[in-house]
């Protein structure tokens, strides 16, 4: 339970201040923060208020959409990007997670080439800011306008251009689950993973965006792979990130008490 | 435009009847067939129509759904896997694609065994038919529910354990196109390749089963992936398959005047 991360996003109904509030009074000690909530609450207040509730942050979502189209693209997505790392910085997240970006305009191929040339870009940027790059694969379902990159197996390809202390991976249960591929990807990655995110594969997927489950309610064998991370040495929180219409329709409190309860029954 | 065949579920809004009488008037010269349609028509009575207007089958849909939670459910699918290669046989098409089926209650490891074990259990009956088996990988998002072989990797490696006279795979753009390792697997299944399916990705998919694109309105990069399909040596049918409730809503011989000129275009 003490591994036990909330991203925000999973209740979303909450504003950062209810947020902190509830995590303090359920004895949840890690958050997992999005920029546009943490920008509404205010940066510095955001930080007092996580430091006076003694709750850390294990990441910061997200910076990436690196394909441009154009070079206007580039130049905003450059900055768009540093300033991501600068709020990681500042919110005292160790972890920015990447969305790494669909097709632009040149191609799947050069879209692809374009993700590692935006990482180079912005690898040293974040090295002396002292925040981690998270190359988070995303389901294949989403190659076209999200992610090019769809496998953890791209994404160790990916990081191993990098040096480890800078550049690593993110396994998400929800977009790796179905690959024949995952458990040699996860030992493989070893110590590139910087984080471990977990939500449930409904069948179908009641919304294309929205439609993640409540560990226990889908497909996915968390135990498995919750024991393939843990032996490939990530010991770091497990942040739970849940994008679904039921539960941000429950008060926020009672679809916290949920997620905790079905985060230790499928680790159980 | 003589590699073109036409998947009926692309027109299902037309009947055998309507559907061949509109090939022959418009030259087109194969068609791949689904076991409903050809049922509601009448085996016997389909055979002739396509004989009468020369049409060729490129294959029949479907066979698979291997993976069992009873015995009673492996008996019938057995079954229904028998029945079916003898309906292809019936009906003249070389070919039979199997969708392998999603995750029974053994689990996704489990469940992929049973997809080897099932297929080995259909081919020598297959082979006596004169009826070759066409693995066809599933695009991810219906790993849970319709298919634990989810990459042509997969499929490869599946279809290793056959001679290539029984087994080889399919390869369908909308379920592959994302894949990072799609070209080197296309490559390596050589003369494996049974089966050439054309649809396009929307980004989002407008409906999870029934939101495939017409090609051309999408992100399949359709020059190439079929490029690499010939120099492997697939120089058999091309067949468009498109579920797409659009498409389907046009009266039958608009539909199928669209799926023409976007089948050329793509291919110029």
């Known amino acids: 339970m003490n591994r036990l991360s909330i991203n925000q996003y999973s209740v979303r109904q909450l504003t950062l201040v209810e947020l902190v509030e509830e995590c303090r009074e359920t004895g949840i000690g890690v958050l997992g923060l999005w920029r546009d909530k943490v920008s509404s609450a205010g940066s510095d207040r955001a930080r007092q208020l996580l430091r006076d ?32 790392v600068d709020e990681a910085a500042e919110i005292g997240s160790p972890l920015l997670v990447l969305v790494c970006g669909g097709i632009a305009a040149a191609g799947l191929e050069r879209s692809r080439e374009m993700v590692l040339e935006g990482i180079a870009n912005l690898a040293p940027y974040a090295r002396d800011h002292g925040v981690k790059l998270g190359i988070e694969p995303l389901h294949p379902m989403f190659a076209a306008d999200r992610s090019v990159i769809s496998t953890l197996e791209q994404a160790n390809d990916l990081a191993d251009h990098f040096s480890p202390d800078t550049v690593g991976v993110i396994v998400d249960t929800y977009h790796v689950w179905w690959d024949p591929n995952v458990y040699r990807e996860i030992q493989r990655a070893g110590d590139r993973i910087l ?25 996915v064998e968390f135990k498995q792979i919750a024991a393939a991370v843990n032996r490939a040495g990530y010991a770091g929180p497990i942040e739970v990130e849940i994008f679904n219409e039921e539960l941000w329709a429950l008060p926020g409190p009672q679809a916290l008490a949920l997620i905790k309860s079905r985060f230790q029954a499928v680790l159980a």
Not at 53 to 75: H, K, M, N, Q, W
Not at 196 to 203: G, I, K, Q, V
């Open 53 to 84: 509730a003694g709750i850390s942050v294990s990441s910061l979502c997200r910076g990436g959409f690196f394909p441009y189209s154009t070079d206007e693209e580039l130049v905003r997505t450059t900055a768009d990007n540093r300033k991501a």
């Open 195 to 219: 984080g471990f995110h977990m939500s449930d594969w409904l069948a179908p997927p009641p919304h294309f965006l929205n439609g993640r489950g409540l560990m226990g309610d889908g497909f």
